[in-house]
């Protein structure tokens, strides 16, 4: 019976990420799905796949970067889908118009609207990275500054990626 349990609790461990401590099952199935979706609408705004590239999201004291890279440095594919997507964002971004974020994420992430509002303030500059690209997000205006860093905190938590 003991073997039963061990190879059942083994096998639950394989249908789903661990939940996280103090979160109901309920929550936690939530939480997938609404990650499964993102990825999904991600896949459909972006032109890449979620799951063969990594994202990063770095704040900075004077605005912030997103990143974006195939896991596979073979990928060339995917990294001519990363560059087209993130120069298309930069310039997008630079004329107040985030409809991919909205895409990607089935809302508006925070911050966006001060970004739209103060894009005269705020920089963007794409540039190509080995594996794929940068845009980097520059201001001088402190409440352009609080907007961008809350929009890539948003993402650094959507995204679930470290700094």
């Known amino acids: 019976m003991m073997t039963i ?12 990420p661990g939940m996280p401590a103090g979160t109901s099952h309920a929550d936690h199935l939530k939480q997938m799905q609404k990650d499964a979706d993102l990825k999904r609408r991600g896949a459909l705004a972006m032109g890449f796949d979620q799951d063969t590239t990594v994202h990063h999201f770095t704040t900075t004291a004077t605005g912030g970067t997103i990143a974006v890279a195939v896991r596979d440095a073979a ?18 971004f630079a004329n107040g118009d985030f409809a991919k974020p909205l895409e990607t994420h089935g809302e508006l992430p925070p911050g966006v609207p001060a970004m739209q509002r103060l ?35 948003y993402q650094t938590r959507e995204h679930h990626v470290s700094r």
């Open 5 to 16: 349990l061990i190879a059942f609790a083994l096998l639950a461990g394989f249908q789903h």
């Open 75 to 92: 990928d060339a594919a995917g990294r001519s889908a990363i560059r087209a997507h993130l120069k298309e964002i930069a310039d997008a």
């Open 119 to 153: 894009a005269g303030a705020i920089r963007y500059r794409y540039a190509d990275t080995p594996r794929g690209g940068i845009v980097t997000i520059a201001t001088k205006d402190p409440d352009a500054l609080k907007a961008v860093h809350a929009f890539l905190e």
